[in-house]
């Protein structure tokens, strides 16, 4: 802990919240830790609670941009940037949340080393806002993922620091005690940013702050249509897919190829269809997940269940569901089992295969207690009630 680390950090540290006053009480919430002797830290990173320093790293550096890093580390964690990457690839979200953090500490006038990252075009943009302009293949800001077949290879492959998942067991050794959860993260992030943002407009600071980051920091809601076209971006294939061809244009006598890069292959929908949910929150949600089922070209099952399985249908991949007509059956209790149960039964017995379950409910009933060996993503409307142990949470 402190007590351990070299004079220079710890002078480091303590020159950091004498000179950036407003940063003093974030800089005393979060740990640092001495990872010199790891194999793993080169530099500085973060699991969003704890900060990991190399100290032979430190040493290359001078007085201010030895408080940058640190500072660096800092707002990782007041932002949540760890706990916000979700389902996007780790390597180019952390060039989406450098981008985001450096312009902000350079606003604040601190002095950045010359290995870090630094755009202007991305001046007030979220980290969110800037991975999809780093994973757009039409933004001149698109980075290709490393790929050895094509040599394709990121623009810098070492940004100046690491960014851990809280459960990494690489660093669990160096922890003195177990990483606050996710809830518990955000709660302190809250109490921190409220302070910090207040402390900065007292000090003319505030337009420095990235508003927008801030919100996401403190829990702000990304719509729940975003939310899921990323669940399907990540459950989609590596491989090209050239036959079969696109099978919207075959009845014109049209053969073209299918998406280079496509979706999943067959998804299962499940809907609760007990009282709690409304027809119209469920035409809504079926008619967004009809529009990247048809993105994607993949085939649907749709479940309609409420304490026990009412109706089962099937989709082709180009097949039109017009969900705004369908009646919903059951109304009745609520249990999630029967699902998994009929998807298990049918892997055995006809050799299903599935890339998701999305069920749609309330939260209010009984799942099964071990994780099924496919992606599961519960689609709830709010307040609803977590008792899922397990998959995705997508909030309307």
Not at 113 to 118: A, S, W
Not at 233 to 241: A, E, F, I, P, V
Not at 366 to 383: E, G, H, L, R, S
Request: glycine share 8%; charged share 25%.
């Amino acid at each position: 802990m402190i007590a351990d680390l070299p004079d220079s950090i710890v002078k480091g540290r303590i020159d950091l919240m004498l000179e950036q006053p407003y940063l003093s009480s974030t800089v005393a919430r979060y740990p640092l830790i001495d990872a010199t002797q790891s194999d793993w830290c080169h530099t500085l990173a973060t699991d969003g609670y704890n900060i990991f320093i190399n100290t032979e790293f430190c040493k290359t550096l001078d007085k201010e941009e030895l408080v940058f890093v640190l500072a660096h580390e800092l707002v990782h964690c007041v932002f949540g940037h760890i706990d916000r990457r979700q389902d996007r690839d780790p390597k180019i979200w952390n060039f989406a949340i450098d981008y985001a953090t450096n312009l902000m500490l350079q606003d604040f006038g601190f002095k950045m080393p010359k290995i870090g990252l630094l755009k202007e075009e991305f001046r007030n943009h979220t980290a969110e806002d800037i991975y999809e302009l780093l994973t757009d293949p039409k933004s001149k800001h698109f980075l290709p993922k490393p790929d050895a077949g094509t040599g394709l290879t990121l623009e810098c492959e070492t940004p100046f620091d690491s960014h851990l998942e809280p459960s990494d067991s690489r660093s669990e050794s160096l922890r003195s005690g177990d990483t606050p959860s996710t809830d518990e993260r955000l709660r302190l992030r809250k109490n921190i940013s409220k302070s910090l943002q207040e402390k900065l407009q007292s000090r003319g600071y505030g337009p420095g702050l990235n508003q927008s980051e801030l919100n996401m920091a403190e829990g702000g809601k990304v719509p729940w249509q975003d939310l899921l076209a990323q669940f399907f971006t990540g459950l989609r294939k590596d491989n090209y897919r050239l036959l079969p061809p696109n099978k919207k244009h075959l009845w014109r006598g049209i053969y073209l190829p299918s998406l280079g890069v496509p979706g999943p292959d067959h998804i299962v929908v499940a809907i609760d269809t007990s009282g709690s949910m409304s027809d119209r929150i469920l035409s809504e949600i079926l008619g967004e997940v009809d529009r990247l089922r048809s993105i994607s070209q993949c085939s649907m099952t749709l479940i309609q269940c409420d304490a026990k399985i009412q109706k089962v249908e099937h989709f082709d991949e180009c097949e039109e569901t017009q969900f705004e007509r369908k009646k919903m059956h059951g109304r009745g209790g609520t249990s999630f089992v029967p699902v998994f149960e009929w998807i298990t039964k049918e892997q055995q017995k006809n050799g299903m295969s599935l890339d998701c379950l999305f069920y749609l409910t309330d939260g209010y009933g009984d799942a099964p207690p071990d994780p099924p060996p496919y992606p599961v993503a519960w689609v709830v409307t709010p307040n609803y009630y977590n008792n899922f142990g397990y998959g995705g949470v997508i909030e309307l």
